[in-house]
Antibody, heavy 125, light 111 residues
Framework: EVQLVQSGAEVKKPGESLKISCKGS????????IGWVRQMPGKGLEWMGI????????RYSPSFQGQVTISADKSISTAYLQWSSLKASDTAMYHC??????????????????WGKGTTVTVSS | NFMLTQPHSVSESPGKTVTISCTRS????????VHWYQQRPGSSPTTVIY?????PSGVPDRFSGSIDSSSNSASLTISGLKTEDEADYYC??????????FGGGTKLSVL
């Protein structure tokens, strides 16, 4: 069974750093994109970025470029999302999801086929 | 980049059919595939339609997807509505700059 297991809820203060994780199993972790989606309380889904663990190729949403770092360690089938200095506005649920990328006849697609259960991050003084 | 616009909410009775639209702001809806996710309260999203109209295994055939170039929109149709279909639904596409775009989400009430 394909699974993504995310790390537990975090409570942090503004200015602190944080790294959350997402461990994949049941598939070839190195050969699939994996990404992160933010969901602020009561709000919709926001795509943050993706990483290809096989070669660490990383793509960011313009909205999150420079605000977070996405990485992966293929040796332990784990992807990461990290902040160097948290803000209260980073309070949200963060979902990891495996991505399917492809194209045919010049039409490309990227969608998420397996999701983790989410990690709640609360930033408060 | 383009935006995907969805109605904020829709409601329908059990057993009926509902359609949720997803309108692309610029560029052709047909130029990139559209995918749909269901998020029940307190749960993570799951995929209900991928590549415009494909259903993942395990998703009932009550769920279907389509695109309409004349309105530049995609649609998710759910027939034979059940109370368990009550959820938020999000459309998603992928632009030429390799950016994933989500619609704002539609809250479906089945009452």
């Amino acid at each position: 069974e394909v699974q993504l297991v995310q790390s537990g809820a975090e409570v942090k203060k503004p200015g602190e750093s944080l790294k959350i994780s997402c461990k994949g199993s049941g598939y070839s972790f190195s050969n699939s994109w994996i990404g992160w989606v933010r969901q602020m309380p009561g709000k919709g889904l926001e795509w943050m970025g993706i990483v290809y663990p096989g070669d660490s190729d990383t793509r960011y949403s313009p909205s999150f470029q420079g605000q977070v770092t996405i990485s992966a360690d293929k040796s332990i089938s784990t992807a990461y999302l990290q902040w160097s200095s948290l803000k209260a506005s980073d309070t949200a649920m963060y979902h990891c999801a495996r991505g399917v990328y492809g194209g045919n006849s010049g039409k490309y697609y990227y969608y998420m086929d397996v999701w983790g259960k989410g990690t709640t991050v609360t930033v408060s003084s | 980049n383009f935006m995907l616009t969805q109605p904020h909410s829709v409601s329908e009775s059990p057993g009926k059919t509902v359609t949720i639209s997803c309108t692309r702001s610029s560029g052709s809806i047909a130029s990139n595939y559209v995918h749909w996710y269901q998020q029940r309260p307190g749960s993570s999203p799951t995929t209900v339609i991928y590549e415009d109209n494909q259903r993942p295994s395990g998703v009932p055939d009550r769920f279907s997807g389509s695109i309409d170039s004349s309105s530049n929109s995609a649609s998710l149709t759910i027939s034979g509505l059940k109370t368990e279909d009550e959820a938020d639904y999000y459309c998603q596409s992928f632009d030429s700059n390799n950016v994933v775009v989500f619609g704002g989400g539609t809250k479906l009430s089945v009452l």
